[in-house]
T-cell receptor, first 112, second 115 residues
Framework: DQQVKQNSPSLSVQEGRISILNCDYT??????FLWYKKYPAEGPTFLISISSIKDKNEDGRFTVFLNKSAKHLSLHIVPSQPGDSAVYFC???????????FGRGTSLIVHP | NAGVMQNPRHLVRRRGQEARLRCSPMKGHSHVYWYRQLPEEGLKFMVYLQKENIIDESGMPKERFSAEFPKEGPSILRIQQVVRGDSAAYFCASSPTGQTQETQYFGPGTRLLVL
């Protein structure tokens, strides 16, 4: 029973355009959300996070949006660059926990 | 300013052998987490340790798997009598204080292949 779902296994985007990666969750106890980026043969790298008290968090080219009523979050990358090509994992944490629950990841390919 | 280190990066074992995976946390971090990633899956939490203590092992199989984080040296994830289903990438992460919502920093992983 997946509590964090990334329904698109892959996404292909042209360089300079916007990349939108989506994530849905089912557990209403989740109150902190993270995005990790992973290159092949490397470990995940923390990218950006958002607390449930916010609906948007921005860091440079990366913005995460949270829609609590829909239990949905998305990561926007604009403009996309070829170096952004990686697998992106959405993760969620319940209040009082220290262990994130991960989605299966979305593989982003940014074409030059 | 080394990050989280894991070795070996690749490990091949035959069924029934033992696998030992090592993790050295980032400097100044005393909290270590182990995750497993099966093919086409997300990372699944296995165990959370502090120095000389297992804090949470709720994600670790009851049999054949054990973990430790001694006072000196790296954290060790040990898998006895490996089976083909143990083939996966094993990632270690560390954090400074273990507080909730604290960012965990991941190592490069150990890819275990059981023949």
């Amino acid at each position: 029973d997946q509590q964090v779902k990334q329904n698109s296994p892959s996404l292909s985007v042209q360089e300079g355009r916007i990349s939108i990666l989506n994530c849905d969750y089912t557990n209403s106890m989740f109150d902190y959300f993270l995005w990790y980026k992973k290159y092949p043969a490397e470990g995940p790298t923390f990218l950006i996070s958002i607390s449930s008290i916010k609906d948007k968090n921005e860091d440079g080219r990366f913005t995460v949006f949270l829609n609590k009523s829909a239990k949905h979050l998305s990561l926007h990358i604009v403009p996309s660059q070829p170096g952004d090509s990686a697998v992106y994992f959405c993760a969620a944490v319940s209040g009082g926990s220290y262990i994130p629950t991960f989605g299966r990841g979305t593989s982003l390919i940014v074409h030059p | 300013n080394a990050g989280v280190m894991q070795n070996p990066r690749h490990l091949v074992r035959r069924r029934g052998q033992e696998a030992r995976l090592r993790c050295s946390p980032m400097k100044g971090h005393s909290h270590v987490y182990w995750y497993r990633q099966l093919p086409e899956e997300g990372l699944k939490f296995m165990v959370y340790l502090q120095k000389e203590n297992i804090i949470d092992e709720s994600g670790m199989p009851k049999e054949r798997f054990s973990a430790e984080f001694p006072k000196e040296g790296p954290s060790i994830l040990r898998i006895q009598q490996v089976v083909r289903g143990d083939s996966a990438a094993y990632f270690c992460a560390s954090s400074p204080t273990g507080q909730t919502q604290e960012t965990q920093y991941f190592g490069p992983g150990t890819r275990l292949l059981v023949l």
